[in-house]
């Protein structure tokens, strides 16, 4: 799809300075430009760059000069960060404005279709499905029975959702992310064998969750596993059965949290964390990057290490155990002048 500099100054309120009529149809940066792109310049170091690129629509801040001739059409806006921004989330609207049933694929008879829906290629719909109005579901992607999917939201290629898993409205799955497989739930028998404890529950995902590709949500043993409104999940995270996060968490890739955790509302939790099962970590909790949390954690808590410690008391300890070596040394030369050793 192409777009002409008239058509994105008039989305943007901007200013042309340029040729109007100059098409583009992909997007670049700025010292990557080539002809028929739209990029943007913001940051002040790339300034240079603007005189060389070929991309043929730049927008830029209004408070622009130009030092040089410039071959790119330019477009004036108050921020040009923020309006480039604006134009990616129109192009990924203008992207993913899929709609229809293509073929072949299979929709249950008893499931319950909204309106404007996109159910692509190779995909199923089990029985007694409910897909809100606008719902888009891409490419070999798998709807267990009963389950219900709110407004706006988009299943991306390959995804999975097991039966009677609940998913709300705008929200984001992408590919290979599977919601609702059986928890790791097993008990050893007087044989020491293990029988595996049947995963009855289901997984409940509410409003604007965004989940990356390769997460996988567990569904509760008994009950649900929890995922509340606004929470945003990196790729290939593990979350065990009957955890629940609470809004507006953000966690970031590789992070493993085991069952029965309950973590709070607006914490930041960095990759590759572990949390073990059945604590409580409370709001606004900040984690740093490969920490091992095993205790409950309180409100407003930093943390950092394995097992965690909180922030200011990791780094003055990991000053210590840098120098360990050193003191080492240097205990033994005391002990050898104590002890007269030559």
């Given at each position: ?93 203008v992207k ?6 293509e073929q ?178 409370g709001n ?59």
């Open positions: 799809m192409k777009f002409t500099a008239t058509q994105i100054a008039g989305l943007l309120d901007g200013d042309i300075v340029g040729d109007p009529d100059v098409e583009v149809s992909k997007l670049s940066k700025i010292e990557e430009g080539t002809e028929g792109s739209l990029t943007f310049l913001s940051n002040p170091k790339y300034t240079p760059y603007i005189y060389s690129t070929n991309a043929s629509i730049t927008i830029v801040n209004k408070t622009f000069k130009s030092e040089n001739h410039i071959k790119t059409t330019l477009i004036k806006v108050q921020d040009a960060y923020k309006s480039f921004s604006k134009l990616l989330e129109y192009y990924n609207q993913l404005n899929k709609n229809g049933i072949p694929c299979f929709i249950s008879e008893s499931a319950n279709c909204g309106e404007n829906i996109y159910v692509g290629a190779f995909s199923y719909i089990g029985e007694n499905v409910t897909l809100a109005d606008n719902v888009k579901i891409f490419p070999n992607s798998y709807i267990g029975d009963n389950v219900k999917i709110g407004e706006n939201s988009i299943i991306f290629s390959g995804a999975k959702i097991y039966s009677d898993c609940v998913i709300g409205s705008n929200c984001v799955l992408n590919s290979g992310v599977i919601v609702g497989a059986d928890g790791f739930g097993f008990a050893p028998d007087s044989n020491g064998e293990y029988n595996k404890i049947p995963q009855t529950g289901n997984v409940v995902i509410e409003d604007n969750v965004d989940i990356g590709a390769g997460t996988t949500i567990d569904r509760a043993t008994l009950g649900s596993t929890i995922i509340r409104k606004g929470v945003k999940l990196d790729n290939q995270i593990q979350i065990a059965h009957n955890v629940e996060i609470g809004k507006n968490t953000v966690i970031a890739a590789q992070t493993g949290i085991a069952g029965s955790t309950k973590i709070g509302e607006n914490c930041q939790i960095g990759g590759q964390v572990g949390i073990v099962g059945h604590i409580t970590i606004n909790v900040k984690i740093q990057a490969q920490s091992g949390i095993n205790r409950n954690v309180k409100d407003g808590e930093v943390l950092q290490g394995s097992p965690a410690l909180a922030y200011k008391d990791y780094s003055k300890s990991y000053v210590h155990f840098k120098n360990l070596p050193k003191l080492v040394n240097h205990i033994n030369e005391i002990d050898k002048k104590v002890n007269g050793d030559n």
